[in-house]
Nanobody, 128 residues
Framework: QVQLVESGGGLVQPGGSLRLSCAVS????????VGWFRQAPGKEREGLLC????????YSQDSVKGRFTISRDNAKNTVYLQMDSLKPEDTARYYC?????????????????????WGQGTQVTVSS
């Protein structure tokens, strides 16, 4: 059974940075597409970025493009979300999710129903 555990959340001032980690266990990360999502109180879960298995290509939603970056380290079975220039509206619980295992290189997306495994999330609060 694949398990995902997010870490790295916390309180940060506007304009600051955080790096979230998503540690994957139970299978080799290289077989999985991974996405990052967030959910603020009273709002729907929002897909943000994703990264392919195999070729490592990424996709970012316009709302975070240029500020957030997704990367993966298959040797460490970990995916990262680097968040820069944070805004108060980025305050939310952040989740990573995995789709797979995939034998062929997929094309990642940020629709939540594409993903098979989810972490419990980590809270990010952007406030002065």
């Amino acid at each position: 059974q694949v398990q995902l555990v997010e870490s790295g959340g916390g309180l940060v001032q506007p304009g600051g940075s955080l790096r979230l980690s998503c540690a994957v266990s139970g299978d080799a990360l290289r077989y999985y597409i991974v996405g990052w999502f967030r959910q603020a109180p009273g709002k729907e879960r929002e897909g943000l970025l994703c990264i392919n298995n195999g070729d490592g290509r990424t996709y970012s939603q316009d709302s975070v493009k240029g500020r957030f970056t997704i990367s993966r380290d298959n040797a460490k079975n970990t995916v990262y979300l680097q968040m820069d220039s944070l805004k108060p509206e980025d305050t939310a619980r952040y989740y990573c999710a995995a789709e797979g295992p995939l034998e062929l290189i997929g094309t990642c997306g940020v629709r939540y129903n594409e993903y098979d495994y989810w972490g419990q999330g980590t809270q990010v609060t952007v406030s002065s």
